[in-house]
């Protein structure tokens, strides 16, 4: 079954850190770049991260230096490590990838900052 499972969220404090995980099953993900998106209430989906199946990087302003995407191919399964959250990081968190065929979409998990 080709899917895109993510897992790690919850509730964490300001300045507190979790860790995402994002388990793909069914497809080759070594060969895919991979991404990390985010939905915040009340608006649109945007780019978190993104990392090529080479392993380069890349961050929205809004979380560099605070967050780190990274990937292990062997276990097909991609990270979002998040350190120094504020609330305006409290987002349903989403994997994403574009196979042959088409856009690839987790379930989300939600991430809440809170005090």
């Known amino acids: 079954q080709v899917q895109l499972v993510e897992s790690g969220g919850g509730l964490v404090q300001p300045g507190g850190s979790l860790t995402l995980s994002c388990a793909a099953s069914?497809?080759?993900?070594?060969?895919?770049?991979m991404n990390w998106f985010r939905q915040r209430p009340g608006k649109r989906r945007t780019l978190v991260a993104a990392?090529?199946?080479?392993?380069?990087?890349t961050y929205g302003d809004s979380v560099k230096g605070r967050f780190t995407i990274s990937r292990d191919n062997a276990e097909s399964r991609l990270y979002l490590q998040m350190n120094n959250l504020t609330p305006e990081d409290t987002a349903v968190y989403y994997c994403?990838?574009?196979?042959?065929?088409?856009?690839?979409w987790g379930q989300g998990t939600q991430v809440t900052v809170s005090s």
């Open positions: 990392i090529t199946k080479g392993g380069r990087t």
């Open positions: 994403h990838t574009v196979p042959p065929g088409g856009e690839l």
């Open positions: 069914g497809i080759p993900f070594s060969l895919y770049a």
